[in-house]
């Protein structure tokens, strides 16, 4: 497995940006396929976006799409989630998660490594 340790949560009023951080122990082959996921209270863990690092294709939920991005700094060992027009539906704990090979990038059950979570609470 790899390490990952998330950070950049906080709190932020609706319409607000905030970047969150992944830092991961090692880009290899088990980090080919990156994303971040939420978890909010009584809520299933959602996969809101994901990258397959090596051709940085990346996929998003409907939820964020166009108001999240997903990247990576490869010198780094870092993956962003760049977070605009934050929304209160957005409240959750976001977690960074990296698998050898995930078939379906937004699916949680594809991925083996997980962050500790950062939390993110938009109020209006």
């Known amino acids: 497995q790899v390490q990952l340790v998330e950070s950049g949560g906080g709190s932020v009023q609706a319409g607000g940006s905030l970047r969150l951080s992944c830092a991961a122990s090692r880009f290899d082959s088990r980090t080919n396929s990156m994303g971040w996921f939420r978890q909010a209270p009584g809520k299933e863990r959602e996969g809101v976006a994901g990258?397959?690092?090596?051709?940085?294709?990346?996929y998003y939920s409907d939820s964020v799409k166009g108001r999240f991005t997903i990247s990576q700094d490869n010198t780094k060992n870092m993956l962003y989630l760049q977070m605009n027009s934050l929304q209160n539906e957005d409240t959750a704990m976001y977690y960074c998660?990296?698998?050898?090979?995930?078939?379906?990038?937004?699916?949680?059950?594809?991925?083996?490594?997980w962050g500790q979570g950062t939390q993110v609470t938009v109020s209006s």
């Open positions: 990258i397959y690092r090596a051709n940085r294709t990346t």
């Open positions: 998660a990296a698998s050898p090979r995930a078939l379906t990038v937004l699916a949680a059950s594809e991925y083996n490594s």
